[in-house]
């Protein structure tokens, strides 16, 4: 009964009766839980942690990693020489075709009429420098598509030009755990939802804001502001245009809600007020590639799938990208090293930090399509490296690489520095018992859910979309979506017990994954478009 007791297939709900019984290791499907290591990871992680040391240095340190950025090049080569140092193999950087770095030096946002005052406010990334301090009146004139140019033709030259509508902010929500009303819905299966909108939004978030900026420079305008989508004076300033050949024509700032309002009213009044600018900042095109940074401990099976963790390592420019990614790139980081002082396993353990995530999962993507699968380029209008991957989410046939079923399984972790609350399932309706099973051991540390459904946005998306098992874990929002590419997001808003927690089970999911007899459950490979069934 000993013996047996390390190899028992459990279906449905027994793996929690087991984990009663003391059994160890347990099996779902070929999908080993391994009982025991499961305390050595929970030692290692609890004692010996390194994690908010990992967090400090990425945001304290090196601070904004704007992709092609010198915060961006200076965390590509730490977090490979943190990964020798634990000892992991074949850590190397892979580039792709990205475009032109950007940095900012210092800005400054003055209204000087009708009265002196120092606003919040940031340069928006990739547009150029001011060369000196504009001073000019402004001229509210907000513009939401192609028609309304016609109402400001002949009316903005020699002004700064406030293009934003006072009502675009939101107040940011609160700092919240995942509530139990939410847990019931995530656990429901839910049929996937296709939409045929793409190129409108194409439209509305890529070719009108170049058109925009293309229709201010010809009329004479010397700047642009916009506003802040976030009230609390924060600003986020996120741009893109990166791409060679596609440089932003003007100088181009973000200006705090309260402060952007005011100055709309006191336009509305009459008072017209005058803003002095100066905008430092600075392009690299050294090297127009950005990277992917990878690192692994091999396994004992050279023949069998591997299994991968990964993190985006760039961020915005507004503060030092602490939540967004730094918290996950840190729990994937130290999941690597619990990993490392471990046995060996059966299958290689990769991790991946990705580059160039803010400006489309372009890093991501270019890892899918250079070893996964790619698809034929659609015949749709030029765009740039974000919109490009992005169009091809939605071209048809998916023509595997030779290497499509050498990953097992991927996971993500991209929602700030909250505690994992459980992992979505992507309507793998196969990885739902086994996630279950794997969860088992951390019910006290509150990871309990399986969400059949899934998770739009991180870089396991395109992975899903390619037929790989690619997942993203459910964590507590915390401050996430007020922090979410802000001015707020340091290092001050981590919360370090959360932090160590999903490192550990993260290393907890790797492990088990790459001692399972079995590849992980895969969805039917992905042949053709659904098609839209008669209405109902």
């Known amino acids: 009964m000993k013996n047996q007791s390390h190899r028992i297939l459990l279906r449905g709900g027994a793996a929690l009766a087991a984990l009663a019984l003391g059994v160890s290791p347990l099996m ?79 800005a400054s946002v003055r209204m000087i009429a ?112 916009r506003i802040a989508n976030r009230d609390g004076k924060l600003v986020m300033g996120d741009g893109h245009r990166f791409a060679p050949g596609d440089e932003a024509p003007l100088p181009a700032v973000e200006i705090a809600a309260e402060d952007y309002r005011r100055l709309v009213r006191l336009a509305d009044a009459g008072r017209e007020p005058t803003l002095a600018i100066e905008s430092v900042v600075h392009y690299d095109d050294s090297d127009p590639q950005a990277y992917n940074i990878f690192a692994e401990i091999p396994g004992s099976d050279p023949k069998a799938a591997y299994v991968m963790a990964g993190a985006h390592l760039d961020s915005a ?15 994937v980081m130290e999941a690597a090293r619990i990993l490392s002082k471990m046995p060996r396993p059966r299958r290689a353990i990769r991790f991946a930090l990705w580059g160039a995530e803010e400006q489309g999962m372009i890093g991501s993507s270019a890892f899918v399509e250079q070893r996964l699968a790619e698809r034929v380029p659609p015949a749709e209008p030029r765009v740039g490296a974000g919109g490009r991957f992005w169009l091809r989410s ?50 006290s540390m509150g990871a309990t859910t399986v969400a059949a459904s899934d998770n739009t946005g991180p870089d396991n998306e395109y992975m899903q979309m390619v037929g790989v098992p690619g997942f993203q874990f459910i964590q507590d929002w915390n401050d996430y979506g007020r922090m979410h590419h802000t001015s707020m997001d340091t290092f001050d808003h981590l919360d370090a017990d959360d932090m160590r927690q999903a490192s550990i089970i993260l290393a907890s999911f790797l492990w088990n994954a790459a001692n399972a007899d079995r590849p992980f459950p895969r969805r039917p490979f992905p042949t053709e478009p659904r098609r839209s069934g008669p209405a109902k």
């Not at 908010?52 to 340190?61: G, K, N, V, W």
């Not at 420019?317 to 729990?331: I, K, T």
């Open 394 to 443: 939605m071209s048809w046939p998916i023509v595997k690489r030779p290497t499509w079923g050498e990953m097992s399984v991927y996971f993500n972790l991209d929602n700030g520095s909250g505690k994992i609350r459980g992992v979505y399932a992507y309507r793998n309706l196969a990885a739902v018992p086994i996630f279950q099973a794997w969860l088992a051991p951390f019910a």
């Open 317 to 331: 420019a507004a503060a030092d990208g602490a939540a967004d990614n730094g918290a996950g790139v840190a729990m």
């Open 28 to 106: 779902v499907r070929g999908q080993a839980v391994d009982l025991e290591m499961t305390d050595r990871i929970v030692d290692e992680g609890q004692r010996r942690g390194e994690v908010m040391e990992i967090a400090r240095y990425l945001s304290d340190e090196i601070g904004s990693r704007l992709t092609n950025s010198p915060g961006a090049r200076k965390a590509e080569a730490w977090t490979q020489e943190k990964f020798r140092g634990w000892g992991l193999a074949n850590v190397h950087k892979e580039g792709f075709p990205f475009g032109r770095g950007w940095w900012m030096e210092r």
């Open 114 to 225: 009708p009265r002196p005052l120092a606003l919040t406010a940031i340069p928006i990334s990739w547009t150029p420098g001011t060369n000196g301090v504009i001073t000019a009146p402004i001229v509210f004139a907000p513009m939401t598509s192609r028609a309304d140019f016609a109402r400001w033709k002949g009316k903005l030259a020699g002004r700064i030009v406030l293009v934003s509508s006072p009502d675009e902010a939101r107040t940011p929500p609160a700092a919240s755990p995942v509530t139990a009303e939410e847990f019931a819905r995530l656990a429901a299966y839910e049929p996937p939802k296709f939409t045929s909108d793409g190129l409108a939004r194409l439209e509305k978030s890529y070719f009108f804001p170049r058109q925009m900026e293309e229709f201010l420079k010809a009329e004479g305008a010397l700047a642009y502001a």
